[in-house]
């Protein structure tokens, strides 16, 4: 009887001590808390388009060994372009070209959600990166592009959309908050002509991304590779993540070259970019070269955006756009900027149209600037003039509409 007790005390100890351990195990879990309702996560899953078809077939699909992190990035293009650049590749300043697989989410400004590589694998989206002593992130992480860019907004539609769908993945790797970083916190760069040594600050990626609108709460308060000695500090995305009081990515006169806000520290890696643009003081030379236009219409491309002409301005009544389907927007009106295709043309700083109509002269409108190349005219059907470049303006057709510079 004695060895009966014995033999069930011991097994009763060692039951009790699974026990113990097991929910040692989950109590140590990281905190998955559902900003969103299950109807919400439900109705995203259900809603998101799959694009993995379009991946390039050169890329090589690599299982993810482990799930760490989750990174927000900002894809600098418009839809069209970031979906071809995530899921084909793009060319490199070395010429030589990637096979895709840049993320595995893609949210339009919208909110439409694009799957373009199955969440199993490995995405190349972070670079060159470092986080709390481990670098690679991209073996680690889910990449999430957010169309538009770290200067701007991201829209309401956005915030949700990430928000619910990074709940979701948060819950499939038993993630919390502070594994949610964003590109340009994460990124790092090797020497350069300003750093002797690797340094924060290669990316401004995603800098603008407002947590608490996504639904997230817990983050870092400091940049552990950064406090370790690993990387050198940059100050403008210190400031942004981790000081005292709340402070999101300005454009004021953030881009501004001074002693201490250099041009890495404005554009990062893309300070030498031919899509960099630099406006020098005048009479100053330098051997960057400009794009210089004095065309006071200016025309969208893929590469240049209305922020490249616009500024701060872009979304202003008085800058006013112009689509190749005739339709005419301020930019006050226009709440999803992927709607605005290549080719659109703007004008910043005007007010008006003023109507010509029948037996009015443009100079009853314009007055004696009816000829300045400020002075704009668009003539139907969708012809968009500077005045210097009308010869004939008895010949202006009923219903030509005048723009006029604001100052």
Known sequence: MKFMRDFSNFY??????????????????????????????????????????????????VRRKKTKYIIVHTSELGLKMTLRVVSKGKRLRNGRRTHGGHAHYVIARNGRTYRVLDKKYVADHAGLSMWNGETDISNISIGIELVGYHYGSITESQYRSVGILINILQWVYGLDDRAVLTHSQVAYGKPNRWFRKNQRGRKRCASNFIREKAGLEATWSYDPDVRSGRLLADLQLSKIYYGRRKYYAKTDDGNVITQSNTAWSIAGEDYDSRTTVYKFPVNQENSISLIKSH?????????????????????????????????????????????????????????????????????????????????????????????????????????????????
């Open 12 to 61: 009763n100890k060692r039951f009790i001590w699974a026990i113990s351990l097991f929910f040692g195990f989950i109590f140590n879990l990281p905190q998955v808390s559902f900003a969103y309702p299950l109807k919400e996560r439900r109705s995203l899953q259900r809603s998101i388009m799959d694009y993995r078809s379009r991946l390039n077939p050169g890329y090589e699909k």
């Open 295 to 407: 065309d006071p219409i200016k025309t969208i491309s893929d590469r240049l955006t209305a922020w490249s002409f616009a500024g701060q301005a872009y979304d202003l009544k008085t800058t006013i756009y112009f689509l190749p389907s005739g339709r005419i927007k301020v930019g006050s009106m226009i709440s999803d900027w992927d709607d605005l295709p290549a080719k659109t043309k703007l004008i910043v700083g005007y007010r008006g149209p003023y109507r010509l109509d029948n037996g009015q002269s443009a100079y009853e409108i314009a007055g004696l600037k009816y000829k300045d190349r400020k002075t704009i005219y668009y003539l139907p059907p969708k012809k968009l003039l500077a005045g210097d470049k009308i010869n004939d303006f008895k010949g202006l057709p009923k219903g030509t509409l005048i723009f006029l510079p604001t100052t």
